[in-house]
């Protein structure tokens, strides 16, 4: 099995920066893709940004010029630079993996860490 390892959340002021990690660890044959998604309270779970093995990034219209997601393949470590930083980021963000273990491709999803964005 694989588990995703998030850290790097936090409360930060308005304007103010984030950096997210997330590692994969355990036995991974094939990483499709890595991104994370956020959830803020009472609202739906959303893409915020995606790494496809090999393809263009994704960026949500609300983050665009502000964050910035990286890899490290080798590490099968993801990351998210978050800059600009407004209360409206305030959101549990979650790390995803889209990948073979062995099993056949699947999501694997991290626990989730806490970003809040306040003066």
């Known amino acids: 099995q694989v588990q995703l390892v998030e850290s790097g959340g936090g409360l930060v002021q308005p304007g103010g920066s984030l950096r997210l990690s997330c590692a994969a660890s355990?036995?991974?044959?094939?990483?499709?893709?890595m991104g994370w998604y956020r959830q803020a309270p009472g609202k739906q779970r959303e893409l915020v940004a995606n790494s496809p093995s090999g393809g263009a990034m994704y960026y949500a219209d609300s983050v665009k010029g502000r964050f910035t997601i990286s890899r490290d393949n080798n590490e099968n470590t993801v990351y998210l630079q978050m800059n600009s930083l407004k209360p409206e980021d305030t959101a549990v963000y979650y790390c995803?993996?889209?990948?073979?273990?062995?099993?056949?491709?699947?999501?694997?999803w991290g626990q989730g860490t806490q970003v809040t964005v306040s003066s």
């Open positions: 355990g036995t991974v044959v094939t990483m499709y893709s």
């Open positions: 995803n993996a889209y990948l073979n273990y062995g099993s056949g491709p699947r999501d694997f």
